[in-house]
């Protein structure tokens, strides 16, 4: 009985971390082949908030979400500041940030000046 139970916590433990991994905040993880399918002119032709903050929390939070010694880069207002907006792609071309890599995605600099070409939409 006790191994039954083991694989049932097991199977449980898997589904939730799978929702977990596809929550909102982290679309960037795992919503990339769910937009394709759904809307793919819509999804590469229109960046938003919401495309880019994932990355941004991945790859930036840990020194620049909620006080750290860069600029605050959490949130729409804060990232969508145009010093901030264009600092921050400046960082992402010349691979300065994250300090010590790993080097930002060609996919995801991509995203990040489509977002401050289009605007910084919300
Ligand atoms: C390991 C911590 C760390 C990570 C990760 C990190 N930064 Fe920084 N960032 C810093 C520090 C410290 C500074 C301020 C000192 C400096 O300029 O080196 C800074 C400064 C900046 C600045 C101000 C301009 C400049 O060059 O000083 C920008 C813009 C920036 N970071 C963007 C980003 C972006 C975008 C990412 C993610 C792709 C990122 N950073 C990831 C630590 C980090």
Known sequence: MKSKHGLFNVFVGRGLLALGLCSPLLLGACGESEES????????????????APMITMRCGICHIGGGTGPELGGWANLSDSVTATEVVDVMENGSMPPGGPRISVEELQRMQKWVGQGRMK
């Open 37 to 52: 399918v759904v809307a793919p002119e819509v999804a590469s032709d229109s960046v938003t908030y919401g495309d880019v």
